[in-house]
């Protein structure tokens, strides 16, 4: 079953034409994080390497991105193994991390890593789910992010 989502997955993808948006507002957000000199940026994900390489490419963020781990590279989340290696990795404990993520286990693995849990309004949880999962906030607009990176 899992070879064949993956087929139907990679034939969606391959289809001219598709693009995979972003929400409104993240370019401006990885712009102003990108200038900062006391930010790096990470990503970790449950899509595959290829999945999250392609977002990156596609979009023109490859180079903004300092570390990076994925479902490829790491247990499942919440297991706090992505957030930790990329910490290690950058040189930075998790607790000067901020994990931003729109679902449970984004929420539960940051506070596993030891890391700060910003939850999204806009994704797959809802905003009680976020908070009951540990969030130490939950913003509604991309730039209100910026508000808690230190």
Known sequence: MMAHYKDIFLGVRGELG???PLFPGIAELIAALTVRDDVLIGAVTGKSRRGLDTVLET????SHF???RTADDCPSKPHP???SECCDQA??????TVVIGDAVYDMQMAKAAGATAIGVSWGYASVEQLWA???DAV???PADILNYIH
């Open 133 to 135: 999962a540990g969030a």
């Open 18 to 20: 598709f693009h995979e």
């Open 81 to 83: 193994a992505m957030v």
């Open 59 to 62: 979009h023109g963020f490859t």
């Open 91 to 96: 040189g930075i404990v998790p607790a000067d």
């Open 66 to 68: 300092f570390v990076s």
């Open 139 to 141: 913003v509604d607009r």
